[in-house]
C-alpha cells in the first residue's frame, strides 16, 4: 500500500519557475533513490533527475543549471526546483522512488504524473 502522490505543476511562460513535490505514503520501511521523469506527447518517458538517499544527484543535461532535486528523507519526500523554464520543459512529470515495505520487497514505484506546461 505505497502510495506517491505529486504536485505543483500548472502553466507558467517561459523563463519563470515552478516547484513539483511527491510525497511517498504506506508501508514504507527504507527509500533508496528518487528521481523525476517527464514524457512529453508524442515522445518516451525520459529521466530528469535522480538524487539517492545519500542525496547524490543525477541530471539530465538539458536541465543541469536550471533543475534542482531535493529530499527529505525523514518525510519521504522529494521536490524538483525548475527555473528559467522553456517550452520544452513541457510534458507531464512522474515522481519515482524504489521502495521497500515491512512486509514485501524492494520495488519501483510511480506517481500519477502532473502536468507542466510552459507557454512562448
Known amino acids: 500500500q505505497v502510495q506517491l502522490v505529486e504536485s505543483g505543476g ?16 504506506g508501508s514504507i520501511f527504507r527509500i533508496n533513490d ?18 539517492t538517499r545519500g542525496s547524490s544527484t543525477n541530471y539530465q543535461d538539458s536541465v543541469k543549471g536550471r533543475f534542482t ?16 523554464l522553456k517550452p ?4 507531464v512529470y512522474y515522481c519515482t522512488a524504489e521502495i521497500k515495505g515491512w ?8 506517481g500519477q504524473g502532473t502536468q507542466v506546461t510552459v507557454s512562448s
Open 103 to 110: 512486509v514485501a520487497g524492494w520495488d519501483d514505484y510511480w
Open 69 to 84: 532535486i531535493s529530499r527529505d528523507n525523514a518525510k519521504n519526500t522529494v521536490n524538483l526546483q525548475m527555473n528559467s
Open 10 to 25: 500548472g502553466l507558467v511562460q517561459a523563463g519563470g519557475s515552478l516547484r513539483l513535490s511527491c510525497a511517498a505514503s
Open 88 to 91: 520544452e520543459d513541457t510534458a
Open 34 to 51: 528518487m528521481g523525476w521523469y517527464r514524457q512529453a506527447p508524442g515522445k518516451q518517458r525520459e529521466l530528469v533527475a535522480l538524487i
